[in-house]
């Protein structure tokens, strides 16, 4: 049995398709990465200081709404990475977001148990999610 050049063309595509595939999870590893470092980490550090040093003003009250608003928009984009469809990606990422909103609940009231405990929910949605991923996209650089 000849399968000849069609075959071939088939073969060629599907490993075209595979490397393109592969580029793009690597260019999203890099985008996620950086969002992370720049945008969610120091956000979430904003909401976790809560726990050591509640809010004392107004100001200090709205640093930690405008950090807790910057990972529910964070938690948008997330979703929309190739990683979004995935179930441990999704769920955790909607925590976030979750508790997130709860933050900005919590310092619309000025209430410092609250605004720690949707802190402590986000922590916990986080490390689920690098429990999973954070090692396979160190792996992948």
Same mark, same amino acid.
């Given at each position: 049995m000849?399968?000849?050049?069609?075959f071939?063309v088939?073969?060629?595509i599907?490993?075209?398709?595979?490397?393109?595939i592969?580029?793009?999870?690597?260019?999203?590893?890099?985008?996620?990465?950086k969002q992370?470092?720049?945008?969610?980490?120091?956000?979430?550090?904003?909401?976790?200081?809560?726990?050591?040093?509640?809010?004392?003003?107004?100001e200090?009250?709205?640093?930690?709404?405008?950090?807790?608003?910057?990972?529910?928009?964070?938690?948008?984009?997330?979703?929309?990475?190739?990683?979004?469809?995935?179930?441990?990606?999704?769920?955790?990422?909607?925590?976030?977001?979750?508790? #997130?909103k709860?933050?900005?609940?919590?310092? &619309?009231?000025?209430?410092?148990?609250?605004?720690?405990?949707?802190? &402590?929910?986000?922590?916990?949605?986080?490390? #689920?999610?690098?429990?999973?991923?954070?090692n396979?996209?160190?792996?992948?650089?």
């Amino acid at each position: 049995m000849q399968l000849g050049k069609p075959f071939g063309v088939v073969v060629l595509i599907f490993s075209m398709a595979r490397a393109c595939i592969a580029a793009n999870l690597n260019d999203t590893n890099i985008e996620v990465k950086k969002q992370m470092q720049e945008v969610i980490i120091p956000a979430s550090n904003t909401v976790f200081v809560i726990a050591n040093e509640a809010p004392k003003n107004d100001e200090e009250w709205r640093k930690v709404k405008v950090n807790a608003l910057a990972l529910v928009e964070s938690g948008k984009w997330l979703l929309k990475t190739p990683f979004g469809s995935q179930p441990i990606w999704k769920q955790a990422t909607e925590q976030m977001m979750t508790d #997130a909103k709860s933050v900005v609940k919590a310092t &619309d009231i000025k209430d410092t148990e609250k605004a720690i405990e949707a802190g &402590d929910a986000i922590y916990a949605a986080c490390e #689920a999610c690098h429990s999973v991923y954070l090692n396979k996209s160190a792996s992948t650089k």
